[in-house]
């Protein structure tokens, strides 16, 4: 969240990078309208989307002003942090690094807590080769 309202952007790259302690981390662009605020983080909200949400997740890869248009899609979390309606699975996090790699950031995040919505079983969606989908079981080995 910002002073001139919540903040979010799709991330290309989210990964766990320890159990012990929690951390995750995403990639984030030198050049995004998000880096600033980011910078300034205490706390923020990592979603983790469904393979149902794909147009979700188009519109926050998109212009900074399109990406909270629906007033409905949002409310403020725990934290303070913008929390989307429907999301399956989100991590709150407080800010642990900021490490600048060639045009990007690398964002290490501390894990406070995580929320699971629903039942907790969802097929989260992926981007893989300038496409969105959902995971598939790979064929067992003979």
């Known amino acids: 969240m910002s002073g001139d309202g919540p903040v979010g952007f799709t991330a290309g790259s989210f990964t766990a990078v320890s159990i012990r302690p929690p951390r995750v981390s995403f990639n984030i662009s030198n050049y995004s309208s998000s880096i600033a605020a980011i910078r300034a983080a205490g706390p923020i909200a990592a979603h983790v989307l469904g393979a149902h949400q794909e147009a979700l997740a188009r519109q926050f890869s998109g212009a900074a002003a399109d990406r ?61 080769d300038g496409r969105f989908g959902r995971p598939h079981a790979l064929p067992a080995e003979r």
């Open 68 to 128: 909270y248009a629906d007033c409905f899609c949002w409310r403020t979390g725990e934290t303070g942090s913008p929390i989307l309606a429907g999301t399956p699975l989100v991590l709150h996090a407080d800010v642990a690094r900021l490490l600048p790699v060639g045009d990007h950031f690398i964002v290490v995040g501390m894990v406070r807590s995580v929320i699971a919505g629903g039942d907790g079983e969802f097929d989260p969606l992926i981007y893989h």
